[in-house]
């Protein structure tokens, strides 16, 4: 019976996981970018909408990580993520590399703002 209840615990993980994982699929809105690239990048949209996809797949690990009830979770979301992002039809199969080491980059660079402590700024100034 425990290995049932394991199996079958590990499946509802990977659903959950992947629904999660889904929703940090979504595309940016066009107001969104509209926003960030008026704001932050000089008009590049291109260069907004990636910055977009790039936080909400961050952040949504970071979320993860942190309200986790175990190292479990984290690492399904992580794990279907990664899946998710090598299929993903924004990204040229030549440049999936560079998209892996851009979000990885981002997921570090969210991670320290939202745990440095003694930073003067506000958390969300820091983001």
């Known amino acids: 019976m425990r290995l049932f209840r394991s199996f079958r615990d590990d499946r509802a993980l990977l659903r959950r ?8 699929m979504v595309e940016p809105t066009a107001p969104e970018v509209d926003w ?13 909408e ?5 936080l ?5 690990i970071l979320v993860a ?3 986790a ?3 479990r979770t984290a690492s399904a979301v992580a794990r279907v993520l990664e899946v998710a992002l090598a299929r993903d039809p924004a990204i040229d199969a030549a440049k999936r590399v560079v998209a892996q080491k ?3 980059s981002r997921l570090r660079a969210y991670g320290d703002a939202l745990t440095s402590r ?6 969300s100034t820091r983001l």
């Open 17 to 24: 996981s992947s629904a999660y994982a889904a929703a940090l």
């Open 36 to 48: 960030l690239a008026t704001s932050a990048t000089r008009g590049d949209r291109d260069h907004a």
């Open 50 to 54: 990636w910055e977009l996809r790039y």
């Open 56 to 60: 909400r797949r961050s952040l949504g």
């Open 65 to 67: 990580q942190r309200d």
């Open 69 to 71: 009830l175990d190292d």
């Open 102 to 104: 851009q979000i990885n």
């Open 118 to 123: 003694n930073a003067p700024e506000a958390t």
